[in-house]
């Protein structure tokens, strides 16, 4: 097990002005990877927001070819809004797939990428995991506080370590949480 790994987070948004830090560093916290131990401290999930979702697609590349040259230790994740003009996740995680091809990225190195792809926004996961319920056709109530984020990730995390049932996940939801499981057992020992 490597002594030191890093989970690299681009996401939609704004620096200081979007809740998917608080989310994201909740939630990986929470699920405590095995393959991270010990947990030495918080530099090891580091957010980059970056901007519109254009922007995230074209930076995707960069920050893999990075990661790449880190090593085996570090993982990219992207989080991203599917928005009403896309339908699934399949559909933006081909955008970006189009995008890391013209920047020279295999199809090897563009699947060690962990997407996650909230429809319509986070807000409609943390509507859900508080609520129990959302509507993905729509955008879910801002959030302007930290805490109830925070309650949402690790509702999350114990819905995802199978501590806690609840109703079934939101289409968006559970796809990401497949590409979550999908890194878990590539990890695996």
């Known amino acids: 097990m490597p002594s030191r790994t890093q989970i690299i987070c681009l996401h939609e948004g704004k620096e200081g002005r979007s809740i998917d830090p608080i989310f994201i560093r909740t939630l990986l916290k929470a699920l405590d990877p095995a393959w991270i131990r010990p947990w030495p401290g918080n530099n090891i999930i580091r957010t980059n927001a970056c901007g519109g979702r254009s922007d995230l697609i074209l930076k995707m590349p960069t920050e893999l070819r990075a990661c790449l040259e880190m090593g085996a230790d570090t993982t990219l994740m992207v989080w991203a809004d599917l928005d009403h ?46 609520t129990g319920t959302t509507d993905e056709s729509r955008e879910g109530p801002r959030q302007k506080h930290d805490k109830p984020v925070a309650d949402a990730a690790k509702t999350l ?11 079934p996940l939101p289409p968006s939801l559970e796809w990401s949480c497949q590409s979550w499981r999908n890194l878990v057992e590539k990890m695996r020992p």
Not at 157 to 167: D, F, H, K, T, V
């Open 85 to 130: 003009n896309v339908e699934n996740g399949e559909e933006l995680k081909a955008g970006f797939w189009t995008a890391a091809q013209q920047s020279g990225i295999t199809r090897e190195q563009f699947d060690q990428v962990v997407f996650v792809f909230s429809k319509d926004r986070i807000e409609n996961w943390i509507e859900f995991l508080l």
């Open 157 to 167: 995390a114990r819905r995802c370590l199978g501590r806690e049932n609840g109703p």
